[in-house]
């Protein structure tokens, strides 16, 4: 698992270079009905048993992984916005390319 000494030198080069992050957030349902519901019968669900040993648990693997990775884009140092990526994707890109767009 990543850790924020991991990366924090890193995270301080790319601020300091003006890179900015964006975050995309989906509710623990949506990771269901969009990662393992479809993905039930093809190959991916035999290659992420490694995550878990059955579908409940490679889903809460994803949740947690997700948890994690929202607590470290919490500590970068860059520019940065977290967009919940339920709605309109147009509003997802319109609040990136503001991010983006700001000086």
């Known amino acids: 698992m990543v850790k924020w000494s991991d990366i924090e030198a890193f995270d301080q080069r790319l601020a300091a270079l003006g890179c900015k992050l964006i975050f995309l957030e989906a509710t623990p349902s949506a990771l269901w009905e969009r990662g393992i519901e479809p993905r039930v019968n093809e190959q991916f ?6 995550f878990g040993e059955n579908h409940e648990a490679i889903h809460n693997y994803f949740v947690r992984e997700q948890a994690t990775l929202a607590g470290l884009f919490s500590r970068s140092a860059m520019p940065k916005l977290l967009v919940n990526n339920e709605g309109d994707p147009k509003t997802a890109l319109d609040a990136a390319f503001g991010l983006w767009n700001d000086a």
Request: glycine share 0%.
């Open 45 to 50: 669900m035999q290659y992420a048993r490694k």
